[in-house]
């Protein structure tokens, strides 16, 4: 027989022994939902950081195509692919510039121009007169845009008066020569983009009923290459050669192209281009130099007809 003390101890522990067990039956599956929710909190959490990585990789390749575009356009592509390189960190920001020993340089300038431009309230002070002038400049990089001209940079616009080179690429001269199959080189194809502008200018007259002439000049030689500025970043080529295109241009007459000798003798076996010796002329810190007119077959013939 039990004593009541026994008693006391048995009830006690069985009581105690029912209260942890139905606690336990209570508590385990809060505990697995709290653990559920947790596992859940984390795999929520995850998933908001990979998606929001994933979506600053996205904008971080946006910014990369967006700079890559323009650098295209304010670039050559061989100097926009170097500072695409320093973008990414793999490059050196050194100032990028490069030595060229054979580039053909054109000054095409429309003389007139400054003519027709007038600041009055038909031309809405000169508004009119720049809507214009941006339409030529725009059909003009149209033309240069085309794959036959890929070979030919545009440098900039002065005014009224649009600069190119060619030869500004490593290789350049054997790949026009390699697609075009023949004795074409660099000159003489900036010699038809020269002849392609005037034709176009033409086009342009009768569509605005205007009487714009185009004045072209040219020279082969060594220039150097660079990039500066920062924020707005400027290609643009430095040397003799530059100066004295620019002097071709200013020392030529209007719907002609004239050259220098150097530049004349890269074109002179091509059948499908006239050269004219035109004699000696005065070239503003320079000197006397030789220069020549660069014509078509069918435009000579009009010339000696007195057309």
């Known amino acids: 027989m039990l004593s009541s003390c026994s008693i006391l101890v048995y009830k006690i522990s069985f009581h ?57 356009n304010l670039l050559p592509d061989h100097v926009a692919k170097h500072f695409l390189t320093i973008i990414k960190g793999n490059g050196s920001e050194d100032l990028y510039s490069h030595k060229y020993e054979r580039v053909y340089v054109m000054f095409a300038n429309i003389p007139n121009y400054k003519e027709f431009y007038n600041e009055n309230d038909i031309n809405k002070q000169g508004l009119e007169c720049i809507r214009l002038l941006n339409e030529i400049i725009c059909d003009f990089d149209l033309l240069l845009s085309k794959p036959k001209y890929s070979s030919i940079e545009k440098i900039k616009t002065i005014g009224s008066s649009y600069m190119v080179a060619a030869g500004l690429s490593p290789g350049a001269a054997a790949a026009v020569k390699k697609e075009c199959g023949r004795e074409k080189n660099l000159a003489i194809l900036m010699v038809e983009f020269g002849f392609q502008l005037m034709q176009l200018l033409d086009n342009i ?26 924020r707005k970043p400027q290609y643009d080529i430095w040397g003799n050669t530059v100066n004295v295109a620019s002097r071709m241009e200013s020392s030529g007459q209007m719907g002609r192209i004239q050259v220098t000798e150097g530049f004349a003798e890269s074109v002179k076996d091509c059948q499908e281009i006239i050269c004219t010796f035109r004699g000696n002329i005065q070239v503003k810190g320079k000197g006397s130099l030789p220069t020549y007119w660069l014509d078509k077959p069918n435009k000579c013939k009009h010339m000696e007809n007195g057309i």
């Open 16 to 72: 105690t022994n029912s209260d942890i067990y139905l606690v336990m039956v209570f508590v385990s599956p809060l505990i697995m939902i709290v653990l559920d929710r947790d596992q859940d909190f984390a795999a929520r959490i995850e998933w908001i950081w990979r998606d929001k990585l994933r979506g600053e990789g996205e904008e971080v390749e946006t910014m990369q195509g967006i700079n890559k575009v323009l650098l295209e």
């Open 205 to 230: 007259n009768r569509d605005s009923f205007q009487v714009f002439s185009l004045r072209v000049g040219a020279s082969m030689g060594p220039v150097v290459a660079g990039v500066v500025g920062a």
